[in-house]
């Protein structure tokens, strides 16, 4: 089944800095890589995502690039602001949907 | 449009006790997920139906979960008995369309059942 890493667990940032986040995959038929913000006791909200036949996505702040040969897929966050704190997940659709273990994003005022 | 919902929001339980949660997902959504998230976690699935097949429960706890979802539309997911690990938030989703042929991947989640086993 498909195996979803993800680096770093935490990433602090100055407010206005960039911040990016790494995932790598081990099925090589994953198709659909979404992103998700999860906020402390809310739920997971997708904040972007790619297909396989897609190189690079953005949408204003946020980018999202998948380099299909290495199997790793990376979030963009441009101009951080503190609203952004919160932890991230990526995840992986192949044969199963998996979840990355998370990082947690503090931008700091 | 209405989401997804979950009941109940809280549950606190003893361990050995049995438990049941509720989903109903967005109408029409034909794809319903069940997951575990333990707290620092990632969620973890835990069942996927399509309508009222399961497509994928290979991470489900057989000997003491299940789940159902008879005519297509809501779900319940139960443990019996419960254990002090099973101690999570459990989520559901639904997405209109898992396979990528449509759009329509977009899983969208409940609040979530926060449960504590004592």
Redesign the interface.
Known sequence: ?ENVE?HPSTLSVQEGDSAVIKCTYSDSAS??F?WYKQELG?????II?I?SNVGEKKDQRIAVTLNKTAKHFSLHITETQPEDSAVY?C?A?GQ???????TRLSVLP | EAGVAQSPRYKIIEKRQSVAFWCNPISGHATL?WYQQIL??????LI?FQNNGVV?D??LPKDRFSAERLKGVDSTLKIQPAKLEDSAVY?CASSLD?S?RLRG????????TRLTVL
Do not use: H, I, W
Not at chain 1, 96 to 102: A, H, I, L, M, T
Not at chain 2, 40 to 45: E, F, V
């Open positions: 089944g993800q198709n659909y979404p809310k739920r997971p909200q997708l995502d297909r997940f995840a659709r199963n949907f998996v979840f990355g273990p998370g | 997920y620092g976690q990632g969620p973890k699935l996927q994928d290979s991470q989520l898992p990528g991947n977009e899983q969208f989640f409940g609040p979530g």
